[in-house]
């Protein structure tokens, strides 16, 4: 069972997600002052950490700093009414892995937090080692993707684009969360980056059949990969 510490001074609100979320099958720990905060993080050591940004004594910006810099690894979404380009940006600046704009879903929360979470666990793939997709050979630490005698060495991007779809084999992959892992952001320009990658990547993985990279529109993709 995922724990979640969530951060929010809206009783009625903080209530309502804390209910869904256990419902889901999360174990939820609700906080409502920013100043509780880190004691609460240090105590209940949380699997990842959903944070509203406007709190009182200490914001949701201060704290993710302050998170990533004792957790590098820990997955932060921040949740805000304010919806400026500059506030997202601070957002992820400050440690975010996703910025969600109120109001919002309670699906579209769960399916956030699930993501996260999946990419955090999945750590399939060391450095060193090489990783079977298909009939292809991933070596991440030399930046190569081999089919029997062939070589393809990918660029630090194309590396890294592989290595997130190879952790998530036969799973779905939100886009904003490939954009926000490997390029920091999801803007337009980043998004259409992606489109060319994901393009290259399905030429690279083209001699196999049984893999391929499918887009799901308006969520993102699934990485087949068959037996």
């Given at each position: 069972?995922?724990?979640?510490?969530?951060?929010?001074?809206?009783?009625?609100?903080?209530?309502?997600?804390?209910?869904?979320?256990?419902?889901?099958?999360?174990?939820?720990?609700?906080?409502?002052?920013?100043?509780?905060?880190?004691?609460?993080?240090?105590?209940?050591?949380?699997?990842?950490?959903?944070?509203?940004?406007?709190?009182?004594?200490?914001?949701?910006?201060?704290?993710?700093?302050?998170?990533?810099?004792?957790?590098?690894?820990?997955?932060?979404?921040?949740?805000?009414?304010?919806?400026?380009?500059?506030?997202?940006?601070?957002?992820?600046?400050?440690?975010?892995?996703?910025?969600?704009?109120?109001p919002f879903s309670m699906e579209e929360l769960i399916v956030r937090i699930n993501n996260l979470l999946q990419l955090n666990s999945q750590q399939k793939i060391e450095k060193s080692s090489k990783v079977q997709i298909g009939s292809y050979a991933f070596d991440y630490s030399q930046h190569k993707l081999l089919y029997n005698?062939?070589?393809?060495?990918?660029?630090?991007?194309?590396?890294?684009?592989?290595?997130?779809?190879?952790?998530?084999?036969?799973?779905?992959?939100?886009?904003?969360?490939?954009?926000?892992?490997?390029?920091?952001?999801?803007?337009?320009?980043?998004?259409?980056?992606?489109?060319?990658?994901?393009?290259?990547?399905?030429?690279?993985?083209?001699?196999?059949?049984?893999?391929?990279?499918?887009?799901?529109?308006?969520?993102?993709?699934?990485?087949?990969?068959?037996?």
């Amino acid at each position: 069972m995922s724990k979640i510490l969530y951060l929010e001074d809206e009783h009625f609100l903080g209530r309502i997600v804390k209910e869904s979320l256990e419902s889901r099958g999360f174990e939820m720990h609700l906080i409502a002052d920013g100043k509780l905060f880190m004691d609460a993080f240090n105590s209940y050591q949380p699997d990842l950490c959903v944070l509203d940004v406007m709190v009182p004594n200490v914001d949701g910006f201060t704290l993710g700093k302050e998170v990533r810099a004792i957790s590098p690894q820990m997955p932060i979404i921040f949740l805000t009414a304010k919806n400026q380009t500059d506030d997202v940006l601070e957002g992820f600046k400050s440690g975010g892995n996703d910025y969600i704009k109120k109001p919002f879903s309670m699906e579209e929360l769960i399916v956030r937090i699930n993501n996260l979470l999946q990419l955090n666990s999945q750590q399939k793939i060391e450095k060193s080692s090489k990783v079977q997709i298909g009939s292809y050979a991933f070596d991440y630490s030399q930046h190569k993707l081999l089919y029997n005698d062939h070589i393809i060495s990918l660029s630090h991007r194309e590396n890294e684009l592989i290595r997130l779809l190879s952790n998530n084999i036969n799973s779905k992959i939100d886009r904003r969360v490939i954009l926000n892992t490997i390029w920091g952001d999801d803007s337009l320009y980043n998004s259409r980056n992606l489109d060319v990658y994901i393009r290259k990547l399905r030429v690279y993985f083209e001699k196999d059949d049984s893999i391929q990279l499918i887009t799901l529109r308006g969520f993102g993709y699934h990485f087949s990969v068959g037996s």
